[in-house]
T-cell receptor
């Protein structure tokens, strides 16, 4: 079972920041927070991951609370092409580290 | 590009028919995963290979499902005597290192419809 909970959907205006929340209150010390997204009819795409420090790359920023029980994925300037299902995944490092997806959050970016 | 490819992209099978789904991972990737995604749900893990060794098949739903990766590159997922509940998108993913702890790169999936 997924160890994360996400709201089912949200929307934001094009050009604005999209802040996608995720709760993972039972996360263990050696587990990372990963974010993937899935655009319609495509396979999931890796966005970003982190352990306890905030992370930023060319796609997004990941903010993890100090107690690590929740996180927020930030898309700084959402475009229509960012409309997708976003999955927050808790995953242990190491061997056979499969991804356990939940239902994700559907982000709709409106013009 | 040099991403993960899957074939066929779409497959329609009659109930009871056998099907074979192919995955070509990124060249040199050690880890290969298969996932099943039912409509409206997130992908669910089926099985994992490290090179040619199938190290985890705990997600395979029944003994009708069989996967192989004989030379440590291309993988085939076979479903025997297909049932309607097997209708889903089957996703393949590969990652560079053993254990898949790196980023997983996904293919576009094969959409299987069993009539």
């Amino acid at each position: 079972d997924a160890k994360t909970t996400q709201p089912p959907s949200m929307d934001c205006a094009e050009g604005r920041a999209a802040n996608l929340p995720c709760n993972h209150s039972t996360i263990s010390g050696n587990e990372y927070v990963y974010w993937y997204r899935q655009i319609h009819s495509q396979g999931p795409q890796y966005i970003i991951h982190g352990l306890k420090n905030n992370e930023t790359n060319e796609m997004a920023s990941l903010i993890i609370t100090e107690d690590r029980k929740s996180s927020t994925l930030i898309l700084p300037h959402a475009t229509l092409r960012d409309t997708a299902v976003y999955y927050c995944i808790v995953r242990a490092a190491g061997a056979n580290s499969k991804l356990t997806f939940g239902k994700g959050i559907t982000l709709s970016v409106r013009p | 590009g040099a991403g993960v490819s899957q074939s066929p992209r779409y497959k329609v099978a009659k109930r009871g028919q056998d099907v074979a789904l192919r995955c070509d991972p990124i060249s040199g990737h050690v880890s290969l995963f298969w996932y099943q995604q039912a409509l409206g749900q997130g992908p669910e893990f089926l099985t994992y290979f490290q090179n040619e060794a199938q190290l985890d098949k705990s997600g395979l739903p029944s003994d009708r499902f069989f996967a192989e990766r004989p030379e440590g590159s291309v993988s085939t997922l076979k479903i025997q005597r297909t049932q309607q509940e097997d209708s889903a998108v089957y996703l393949c993913a590969s990652s560079l290192a053993a254990g898949g702890s790196n980023e997983q790169f996904f293919g576009p999936g094969t959409r299987l419809t069993v009539l």
